[in-house]
Structure formats: C-alpha cells, structure tokens
C-alpha cells in the first residue's frame, strides 16, 4: 500500500465550479500534512498547510480527519488559473523532516 | 533576490558517464533535499542533509551521490551505476524552525 493515496484524476471543470480533492495516508504517526500545487514542468510550490481544525486560505479549504487520516482540499469557483496537478505530502516526522508525496491529482479548468 | 537555484536547467547525459547537477541556496536553511519525479509519478527521496558535512540516503540513493561542505550547496552527482537516469531532479531546502520544504526549479536529465 503507498504510504499516501491521492484521487487519480484528472479532473475537467467548468470555470466557476467546486472540486474537491481527496487524499488517505497510511502511517498513523504521521504529524504534518500539506497541499503542493505543481504547474506543467515546474517546481512543487507550497498550496496551504493542513491544520487539524481546518483552515481556508481564499477560495481553498483544508481539512484533515486524523482518526480517517484523511486529507481533502476543495477549491471553490475554480479559475483558470488553477489548472495544475496538487499534491498532497505528508511529513511523518522521521529523521530529517523527510515528506512524502501523493502522486497528484491533475486539474484542468476549462472556459 | 532569495531562494534556490539550480543548474543547468537541461543536462545531457551520455553512456557511463558521471555528471553533476547543482544546487544553491541563500536562505540561510541547514536542510537540503534531493528528489526526483519521473512522468505521472510523485517525487521520491534520493539523499537529504540536515547540517553541513552530513547527509543521509533517502529512499532511492543507488546511483547517486551528494556532498555538502557549505551550507549553501548541495550537489547531486548520477553515477553511470544509475541505469535509468531519465527524470526530472528537484533540489529542495527547509528552515529548521519550519517543515516545510521550497524547491528550486529543477534540471531535466536525459540520457543521449
């Protein structure tokens, strides 16, 4: 089992839609979790970190259920802009900080 | 302007031989990462360094090898042991108070 799922995608909306994106991970012991937007032969930038509460950044939210260890990010009225694979990363606090990565979900917004 | 640089952007490389790719920062990080991402997949871990003089290998290391004598560099050399060096290779550093990582813009590898 990977140590972190993501929704295979892609996804094609509308402009203007809601999309939600999902992610598991597997280690219980897992203590940061965070969502990277990666555009087409680009680096991975930093989307919003995921907070036990839920956060919401704009147009983003976040949400985390540990006892599902669940990640989910829903982007609401989808710009064209926000066309790009998200990753969602998971730190499980090991030796180094290391992160794992999902393998992304691809987002394409459509006029 | 601050942040991570990496060079070149595009590498060629050809049978059994070695080449390196560099990778700097002046954020003042202690810890670097070196990642790489094939088509359609995630990035996976080839070495890390959390302080000068140190690192440890990640979850894909054969191949590879790194050094770090100064703070601000990390350079990941592709060994002509690494069979399939075809991929796209991100250097990443962390601040120690934070663990979240920012990535440079990558260097292309191809094999000739």
């Known amino acids: 089992r990977k140590e972190v799922e993501q929704d295979p995608g892609p996804f094609n909306v509308p402009e203007g839609a809601t999309v939600a994106f999902n992610c598991t991970y597997s280690n219980s012991a897992s203590q940061s979790f965070f969502w990277y937007r990666q555009d087409c032969r680009k680096e991975p930038k930093l989307l919003m970190s995921?907070?036990?509460s839920g956060n919401e950044d704009g147009r983003f939210t976040a949400q985390l259920n540990r006892a599902s260890q669940y990640i989910s990010l829903l982007i609401r009225d989808s710009k064209l802009s926000d066309s790009a694979t998200y990753l969602c990363?998971?730190?499980?606090?090991?030796?180094?900080?290391?992160?794992?990565f999902g393998e992304g979900t691809q987002l394409t917004v459509n006029p | 302007d601050g942040g991570i640089t990496q060079s070149p952007k595009y590498l060629f490389r050809k049978e059994g031989q070695n080449v390196t790719l560099s990778c700097e920062q002046n954020l003042n990080h202690d810890a670097m990462y070196w990642y790489r991402q094939d088509p359609g997949q995630g990035l996976r871990l080839i070495y890390y360094?959390?302080?000068?003089?140190?690192?440890q290998k990640g979850d894909i290391a054969e191949g590879y090898s790194v050094s770090r004598e100064k703070k601000e560099s990390f350079p990941l050399t592709v060994t002509s042991a690494q069979k399939n060096p075809t991929a796209f290779y991100l250097c990443?550093?962390?601040?120690?108070?934070?663990?979240?990582?920012?990535f440079g813009p990558g260097t292309r590898l191809l094999v000739l």
């Open positions: 360094s959390q302080i000068v003089n140190d690192f």
């Open positions: 990363v998971v730190n499980v606090l090991r030796s180094g900080s290391r992160l794992t």
């Open positions: 990443a550093s962390r601040s120690g108070s934070t663990e979240t990582q920012y």
């Open positions: 995921v907070y036990s």
